[in-house]
């Protein structure tokens, strides 16, 4: 898998390389992993629903929403927060999409693992998940009874959109490290109204892009060998 640093790139053009991409590659094509940055953009999954969106009367409604072909909700993406894009042919390496998305998820917890943050996983709802009073312990989340929260006390700290085109994959995680968290507010992140959003910084580690962008990546790599 061929690793590029592609810095701060535009949101669509990304897009637009990845599909491109995706759709022209044959049995032979290398497979890649883009890291990167985005400008400020909302971008809304394939069945979407614009009522996430919470804008209309703030000065958030600057900020661009983008439909887009990825699985998911609506999420945010701006400075401050590493992205990171696989494009694998997933028969070649021979998982199916549910083991693709564990190994995503993995990636990013021992990311988090890295600068002592516990990441977890929440049953039904893909992306990663931190205590909020506790954000460093090692114990497990308990059960969540029946129709009971189960973010009540969690914060969420990477989301997961991903998309798989005759096996192979594009779009893919948002890690937030130090950002201005401000933007999802004015949205129901990945489509559940009240989930509070969290980046390293809020938890009170101090990193910036450059440093946990190296992590990320080797993980990535590790994981989905």
């Given amino acids: 898998m061929l690793t590029e640093f592609l810095g701060f790139a535009d949101y669509a053009s990304t897009v637009a390389r990845m599909q491109a991409y ?15 940055e985005h400008q400020s ?10 009522s996430h ?6 000065d958030l409604a600057r900020i661009p929403v983008v439909p887009t ?6 999420t945010y993406h701006g400075p401050g927060q590493l992205v990171a894009y696989p494009l694998l042919d997933l028969r070649r390496r021979g998982y199916f999409v549910k083991e693709y998305v564990y190994r995503l998820e993995e990636a990013v917890i021992r990311t988090l693992m890295h600068f002592g943050i516990t990441g977890h996983r ?3 709802a893909p992306g990663i998940y931190v205590r909020l009073d506790d954000p460093f312990s090692h114990a497990r989340l308990a059960e969540t009874e029946v129709g009971a929260d189960p973010f009540a ?6 989301a997961l959109g991903v998309k798989v085109s005759r096996h192979c994959t594009f779009h893919g995680l948002a890690l937030n490290v130090a950002m201005d968290l401000l933007p999802f507010s004015g949205i129901n992140p990945c489509g559940y109204p009240g989930l509070a959003t969290v980046d390293f910084q809020a938890l009170g580690v101090r990193a910036a892009v450059r440093d946990v962008q190296p992590v990320l990546a080797e993980q990535l790599r590790k994981r989905l060998s």
């Fill in 69 to 74: 072909a990825r699985g998911g909700q609506v």
């Fill in 41 to 50: 953009v909302y971008t809304l999954g394939q069945s979407g629903d614009l």
């Fill in 22 to 36: 995706t759709a022209e590659r044959d049995a032979n094509a290398v497979d890649l992993l883009w890291i990167c």
């Fill in 53 to 58: 969106i919470l804008t209309a009367d703030s």
């Fill in 122 to 124: 929440v049953k039904g």
């Fill in 153 to 158: 006390g969690l914060g969420k700290i990477a």
